[in-house]
């Protein structure tokens, strides 16, 4: 059975940094592209950035771009989220996501629909 199991979040100032970390199991790792989404209180789930399955590429949404890093270690099944110079506003519930499909194209990357595995969320609140 596929599993994704956020950990890392936590309570941190503005201007501080936080790392997430996801361990998958029961799903090909090495098939999958991965991502990380958030939803913050009253809004939408949005997509913050993503890695390829090949080449390890990283794509990020503008608001993170420069301040947060996407990872993965194939070996032992993990996606990470480094972030940097956090603000209030990235204050939410944070989420990894897999996709055993290729996935081609920014839409598609930014797609909630395109991911079928999903963690339950860890929360992340920055303090100002």
């Known amino acids: 059975q596929a599993q994704l199991v956020e950990s890392g979040g936590g309570l941190v100032q503005a201007g501080g940094s936080l790392s997430l970390s996801c361990a998958a199991t029961?799903?090909?790792?090495?098939?999958?592209?991965l991502a990380w989404f958030r939803q913050a209180p009253g809004k939408e789930r949005e997509f913050v950035g993503g890695?390829?399955?090949?080449?390890?590429?990283?794509y990020y949404a503008d608001s993170v771009k420069g301040r947060f890093t996407v990872s993965r270690d194939n070996a032992k099944n993990w996606l990470y989220l480094s972030m940097n110079s956090l603000t209030p506003e990235d204050t939410a519930q944070y989420f990894c996501?897999?996709?055993?499909?290729?996935?081609?194209?920014?839409?598609?990357?930014?797609?909630?629909?395109?991911?079928?595995?999903w963690g339950q969320g860890t929360q992340v609140t920055v303090s100002s």
């Open positions: 996501a897999a996709a055993s499909s290729f996935l081609v194209g920014m839409a598609a990357v930014i797609r909630q629909s395109t991911y079928e595995y």
């Open positions: 029961g799903i090909t790792f090495t098939n999958c592209d």
């Open positions: 890695i390829t399955r090949i080449n390890n590429l990283t």
